[in-house]
C-alpha cells in the first residue's frame, strides 16, 4: 500500500488583482475605446472613387431589376456638375468634392448641358453609359452594357 503525501497550502498573502483594481482597468479600457472609436467610424466612412463606385453599381443593379419586375422603363438621371445621381426611387447619391466624376453616353440621353438620363428597360437591355469615378488615389470605370443593361466596375488606377 502506497501512502501519498498529501500538503496544505496556507491561504494568505497572495499576489493578484483586486476587484477594484481590475475595475480600474476596465474604465481605462472603455476610456480608450470611446476616444478611438469615432475617428475609426469617421475613418471607415470616408467616401472615395472605391467606395462610391461600388454604392453606384448596386444602386444601377436594383434599378435594372426594378425595371424588369415593373415591366417599365427606370430612369437614373446623372447631374455631373450637382454632384449628384438621382435613382428612380428617388434616392439621391451625393458625390463628394474629392471624386471627379465624368459620364460618356449617347447624344439622345442627354438631358440639358449638365445631366444625362441612364434608362433601364423592360427587357432589361439599358442605354448604356460609361461613368469615370476619379480621386487622388484612384479612378474606376463603371460600364452600362446597352445590350444586357448590366453594370460592371473596374479599376482603370
Not at 54 to 60: A, N, Q
Not at 113 to 132: H, K, Y
Request: proline share 4%; hydrophobic share 50%; net charge neutral.
Amino acid at each position: 500500500m502506497t501512502v501519498a503525501n498529501v500538503t496544505i497550502a496556507k491561504a494568505g498573502n497572495e499576489e493578484g488583482f483586486t476587484l477594484v483594481e481590475l475595475l480600474v482597468a476596465l474604465a481605462i479600457v472603455a476610456l480608450v475605446a470611446a476616444l478611438a472609436f469615432p475617428g475609426i467610424q469617421a475613418s471607415s466612412r470616408s467616401q472615395n472613387a472605391e467606395t462610391i463606385s461600388r454604392e453606384i453599381v448596386s444602386r444601377l443593379r436594383v434599378s435594372r431589376t426594378m425595371a424588369i419586375a415593373r415591366a417599365s422603363p427606370q430612369s437614373v438621371v446623372i447631374a455631373p456638375d450637382a454632384r449628384q445621381i438621382r435613382f428612380p426611387d428617388g434616392s439621391l447619391l451625393g458625390i463628394p468634392q474629392e471624386v471627379e466624376l465624368t459620364i460618356v453616353t449617347g447624344q439622345v440621353t442627354v438631358l440639358a448641358e449638365s445631366e444625362a438620363v441612364l434608362a433601364f428597360l423592360p427587357n432589361g437591355s439599358a442605354t448604356g453609359a460609361e461613368l469615370f469615378l476619379k480621386d487622388a488615389a484612384s479612378e474606376v470605370k463603371i460600364e452600362v452594357n446597352w445590350l444586357t443593361g448590366l453594370s460592371a466596375r473596374q479599376r482603370v488606377r
